[in-house]
């Protein structure tokens, strides 16, 4: 239980959280913070807050746990505002797509990583964003990575943890730098490619015949390229290392592929395509 | 209402074809052949054909329409081998992926397109295979496209489209070469560029955590790696100019999109994005 959550960015991501903790009763009172007043309005209206405010330093006061939920590259400003207004026992933790750059932004800001600071990742989402796209089941059978460092503080772990269960999330644990690697394959690169895919559509003259027969593949394989543009400008930049490396990789491998249909190399083509399915089919079909 | 069906290729793509005619009370006969027997004893056991031969000659003589639903690699053995074999009323249609190899088939294997040769292509598909996989209901409000050439026969085309449209489907029409271009973008690329990540997922190191943490845009992005690789590798060679020009255009796409990553430039990446968040949100969003 809760006494006073603040969230800075109360939007898809802050507005389900908000929601499923009111939905729990897990919250005695949720404070919103953002940029536009008029969003902050809305979040009201839902149910998802009970206040705002759009001072930084005076959300966070009294807040036993401040949730950011920005885009990463507003986390630093955040944590400057808060310096200075967080109680002793206050726990910061964010849902940020990279943690090395929010971990290295919290040392930056605070002069040492805090030990309440507890780094965290929910894996949920949606095409559709800011707070009248917030649901209350976002997170239910989700996942939510916590990358705590080596200092952070067991007891804010636990109620970080505690708080994403109460949504119906389940936790796992990463290490900061694997998480990065792992997201970068898993979400990040995908993002890119379905944005590239898209804009090579868009240029080849026979874009609306192109929608017109999108079958499943391309459906399935585009939809993510209906997220917000400025999430995915911000996770390019700041776990830039990890998805570099992993477009260099996927790069290789099509110019590896291209070769063979240039060759119609049947054989290794049969190969490559039996490959990826068997692994595909072993490590998540059972998931679909 | 047709009198003999016969299907070659009795798995997904036939089979439900099959399956759903029977349905519509469509076929007096739906005779089946392919190489595997134990598949066809399955296909009469699941109610989709009625009888079957392996003797692909004698499978032809007395059909209405002749049905080809085999990998593209084996269009134009089967087009031989029934050469000779066809009533003079005798229609023949097909289900290739890419149309140009299959009327340049059947130029080869009788001289000239016979004017009763109606190319078409339904555009459904799951990624299991197989007529344990097929459903009476797989074409329902899915687009079967057909691709007339200049002598294809309208009453050949009215017989073709009348047979699609039993089974639920919906008729629209292109230019052979048309349709291997818009597919080529549409379903082509986006298998060859899902197997491709699998492939490259799949030398990382960390696979397993992956495949553990893959939220939805991986999951929707890797699934037609599941599909069939010799449907696959037949595609990718026989539909060779059109997809090559795609991964061309994808892969320099990609290589700026890098460049971007790589120079963190904020705002051009956040323009690429929303770019092709906008195409995608008008001309598919709707339909999701």
Request: hydrophobic share 45%.
């Amino acid at each position: 239980m809760i006494n006073q959550l603040t969230i800075f960015g109360v939007g898809l991501i802050g507005g389900s959280l908000a929601l499923a903790l009111k939905k729990a009763g897990y919250c005695r009172r949720i404070v919103g913070c953002s940029r536009r007043e008029s969003h902050l309005q809305q979040a009201v209206e839902l149910g998802a807050i009970d206040s705002y405010t759009l001072d930084a330093g005076e959300a966070a006061e009294g807040a036993d746990v401040v949730f950011l939920a920005v885009p990463l590259g507003a986390m630093k400003s955040i944590l400057s505002d808060i310096d200075g207004h967080l109680s002793a026992e206050a726990i910061v933790t964010d849902a940020g797509s990279s943690k090395a750059s929010v971990v290295e932004a919290a040392r930056e800001v605070f002069g040492t990583i805090p030990s309440r600071f507890v780094p965290a990742h929910p894996i949920a989402g949606r095409e559709k964003s800011g707070v009248t796209a917030a649901v209350a089941d976002l997170y239910v059978d989700h996942k939510v990575i916590l990358t705590p460092v080596e200092n952070t503080s067991a007891a804010a772990i636990n109620t970080v943890a505690a708080m994403w269960e109460a949504t119906g999330a389940k936790i796992a644990t990463l290490g900061v730098e694997q998480h990065d690697r792992v997201l970068a394959a898993t979400s990040h690169l995908p993002h890119v490619l379905a944005y590239a895919l898209v804009d090579t559509v868009s240029r080849t003259g026979y874009v609306d015949e192109i929608f017109q027969f999108a079958a499943g593949g391309f459906r399935d394989f585009s939809r993510i390229a209906s997220s917000d543009p400025t999430m995915w400008r911000d996770i390019c930049i700041e776990n830039r290392a990890a998805i570099l490396e992993n477009l260099d990789h996927f790069q290789s491998e099509l110019t590896k592929v291209r070769e063979l249909i240039h060759q119609s190399d049947e054989a290794k083509l049969f190969d490559l395509f039996d490959h990826a399915k068997s692994i595909r089919d072993a490590k998540i079909a059972n998931r679909d």
